[in-house]
């Protein structure tokens, strides 16, 4: 039931959405696993972890680099024996227009938000493929519906959709499920920051008028991660108090 | 999960996935409300979730027909004291193809399938409004996607889509949530009923190579007819093993 004693892997987990999401899931009894590039940033969350009486472990690692991907995923199977659950939530923005996007910040960009999820998926997918059980999910964005100023953000995230989408239907037949969650307007560091006009405009076109919380997604993650949710794959599920449906691709 | 104490009516719930729906809802301390067309068959559900400890009441209506809809929210309301969670489940196919469907084929499904998910809803939003508090779940199906020798049946699912998107959208601010569900192949009744070479083709088709069952279902209308789901409206979740990609409107 649940995600009782299963192990899980939160990237990006030092902060933010992240951090909210490792900190449900250890509530809810698994081992969790808290990965970001920033070494204090993981200790704090371990330590938040364990304080309440949860099972944590910490790797500082670059997720974009395939050997410390590979050392990362070593050192959860070394403690806990395997990886079962698998969130694909670190990324990154380096918003600009098109033609001020340098190729660095493209690059950048796809490195962390697409190729880590591709690195991280292909070196624990052989555990879950062995253990017969595996829960993915990847963590996109609404911007992938297209956004001014984000062409390097909306294709990684797009291209996140597309890939757990082809993943499910590889892993279908072994018990492994992959489905993505696309977060809209979520109170962060990052919206706490913006100029409180902006705020009102923001808030204004959000169907619900409220904005969502990081334990919003954290919900939709223990959704998709349950032990029962094994008929639900390939699946794309925005949390965003509706803003999808006005677009076209929402569905 | 937060849904404890809540009141549920959940339309077409004296067997199959409605049915599913129901019991494990109700295990969960939801107060159930079982609807159908079929006194016999209520009387049966609301029996077993009695005889299991839950709290349950049934009522006989035909969700096609207006006057029948607002007794049956009346009868909730005096009871229970609010509407909290709609599930729009009551369902019927009369699968022919194309050109031998009759209008009668044609009407009665979208009557059952559409319009009783419009005159349920409309009548729950007056009492959830009110609350300031609501959850909606339509079942629509993956057949609305298209699937041969349904063409009103797939207009009628679609529809249900389209529904819930634009509820969401006017709702939203209310603190009423509207989402929808469409099962691939799950286990019921039906499934039964087909020839095993039918079944045989249907499975292979499958990227898991099985079918669903009830629970499935269940469990999916209960993430979003939670309280901790307020965040997430105008949702279309497939719960159908990934059959779902083979579609362009996935």
Redesign the interface.
Known sequence: MGVQNRVALVTGSGSGLGETTVMMLAQNGAKVVVNDVDQAKVDKVVKKIKSAGGEALGVAADISKKDQVQDLVQKIVKQFGTVDILVNNAGIARDKGLLKITEEDWDIVLDVNLKGPFLLSQTVVPYMKERKFGRIVNISSRAYLGWPTQANYASSKGGLVSFSRTLALELAKHQITVNCIAPGLIQTPLYDALPDNIKENLMKSQPTKTIGKPEDIGYGVLFFADDEADYVTGQTIFICGGKSVLSSLSV | MQIKGRVALITGSASGMGRGTAEIMAQHGVKTVINDVNQGMVDEVVKGIKEAGGEVMGVVADITKKAEVEAMFKQVVNTYGRIDILVNNAGIFRDKAFLKMTEEDWDKVLEVDLKGVFLCSQEAVKYMREQGYGRIVNISSRAWLGGPGQANYSAAKAGV?ALT?TL??EL??RGI?VNCIPP?LIETPMWHSLPEEGKERLLKAQ???RI??P??IA??VM?FASD???????????????K??FAN??
């Open positions: 889509v998107r969401a959208l939203g601010k949530t691939g990227p898991m190579g669903g069952s629970r499935d469990r999916t993430f901790e789901a307020g965040y997430i409206n105008g949702q279309t979740l497939y719960v159908c093993g990934g779902s990609l409107i996935g």
